[in-house]
Each structure stands twice: as structure tokens, then as C-alpha cells.
């Protein structure tokens, strides 16, 4: 369903370009994402185009997780990030 839901946001993909990295909970990141995998079992702080702050739902991790954010801070310390 994640796979789904991530091809409609993005035709074409069938999956995101991997970028992976080390964050710190609360550091933003500086660029748009498209999707997010968790290492662990987490909530995520997501900033909206539109300028929104939301804080997800724990988040089952290993899964891909479709977003569309201008910044990201994490609970987990690792995250997969496609952009």
C-alpha cells in the first residue's frame, strides 16, 4: 500500500532516489522529501509546503512512508530519505 501511495505522488517511480543519513530528533533537513524509512519506531515532525508543522502517529519503520515536506526532524536517529 506505502509503494501505492507513493506512485501516485510521484508517476513514473517505482521507488524514491535514496539518499541515506544520520540526524540528530528535531534537526530539520534543508530540502524536499518525497518519502521516508524509519529505522526504528517513531514519530515524525513534518513542515508542509504550505507551511504547516504536523507531528505523525508512530510509524512503523521499514516501510516506505509517502511526504511531501519542505523539512524533516525525527525521533529516530537513522532515516532513509528519498528525494
Given at each position: 500500500m506505502t509503494q501505492n501511495?507513493?506512485?501516485?505522488?510521484a508517476?513514473?517511480?517505482?521507488?524514491?532516489?535514496?539518499?541515506?543519513?544520520?540526524?540528530?530528533?528535531?534537526?530539520?533537513l534543508a530540502y524536499v522529501t518525497?518519502?521516508?524509512?524509519?529505522?526504528?519506531?517513531g514519530t515524525v515532525t513534518l513542515t508542509t509546503l504550505g507551511g504547516e508543522t504536523v507531528t505523525t502517529l508512530p510509524l512503523?519503520?521499514?516501510?516506505?512512508?509517502?511526504?511531501m515536506a519542505t523539512a524533516v526532524g525525527a525521533a529516530s536517529v537513522r532515516i532513509q530519505g528519498g528525494c
Open positions: 501511495l507513493f506512485a501516485s505522488q508517476p513514473g517511480l517505482t521507488a524514491p532516489l535514496l539518499h541515506i543519513f544520520d540526524i540528530l530528533p528535531g534537526q530539520p518525497r518519502a521516508i524509512l524509519l529505522a526504528e519506531e512503523a519503520p521499514g516501510v516506505w512512508h509517502p511526504v
